[in-house]
């Protein structure tokens, strides 16, 4: 399969709490995970991303783990500020490694309420 | 260095008609997907292309076509436009290191209404 399952599609929270973003994978080849941050009108950055051979990876307020054997991996924001309001999409490579894929999320619409 | 760049920005077709978008990417990536982009479906996969093949290709009709060209830029084709069609497309660039995936570059999209 190639279904990437992204939750929840909606995520309110307070500035200052923290959020958490969930996704599935079905191809249990996938070896690259990044998540991507897309603001109203503008086009998806990347934030973070993370390779199977990882279990979990940082920056700043911002953390990434990945669980390979249930296939899954989870976007950690702590500290929540106003700007990190978004859509957050998730991805996951899929096929042979000489021609892979990313596969995309629906997409989690982050508020942060001041 | 220059990003990803889209043109046009926005197109607006009639129904039936065909268009074709462009896409060039950052200036040493050979790598370029396609997606298209609606607020009920997310990011979808149209096509992948890597020094002027098509690798990769995603579950949209015939009616949707690709290609690159030898300096890696490349063209997205749609032809006989329907309404459903009406989508943000984004072309994403990456450097292409062995076997290993890296960071996907998105351009800014170009905006097609179908009318």
């Known amino acids: 399969g190639e279904n990437v399952e992204q939750h929840p599609s909606t995520l309110s929270v307070q500035e200052g709490d923290s959020a958490v973003i969930k996704c599935t994978y079905s191809?249990?080849?996938?070896?690259?995970f990044p998540w991507y941050k897309q603001e109203l009108g503008k086009r998806p950055q990347l934030i973070i991303d993370?390779?199977?051979?990882?279990g979990e990876k940082k920056d700043q307020r911002i953390a990434v783990t990945l669980n390979k054997t249930a296939k899954h991996f989870s976007l950690h924001i702590t500290e929540t500020q106003p700007e990190d309001s978004a859509v957050y999409f998730c991805a996951a490579s899929i096929g042979d490694q000489g021609a892979q894929k990313l596969v995309f999320g629906q997409g989690t619409r982050l508020t942060i309420n001041p | 260095k220059a990003g990803v760049t889209q043109t046009p920005r926005y197109l607006i077709k009639t129904r039936g008609q065909q268009v074709t978008l462009s896409c060039s990417p950052i200036s040493g990536h050979r790598s370029v997907s396609w997606y298209q982009q609606t607020p009920g479906q997310g990011l979808q996969f149209l096509f992948e292309y890597f020094s002027e093949t098509q690798r990769n290709k995603g579950n949209f009709p015939g009616r949707f076509s690709g290609r690159q060209f030898s300096n890696s830029r490349s063209e997205m084709n749609v032809s006989t436009l329907e309404l459903g069609d009406s989508a943000l497309y984004l072309c994403a660039s990456s450097l292409w290191v062995s076997r290993f995936y890296t960071e996907a570059f998105f351009g800014q999209g170009t905006r097609l209404t179908v009318v």
């Open positions: 993370i390779r199977s051979n990882v």
């Open positions: 191809d249990s080849a996938s070896n690259y």
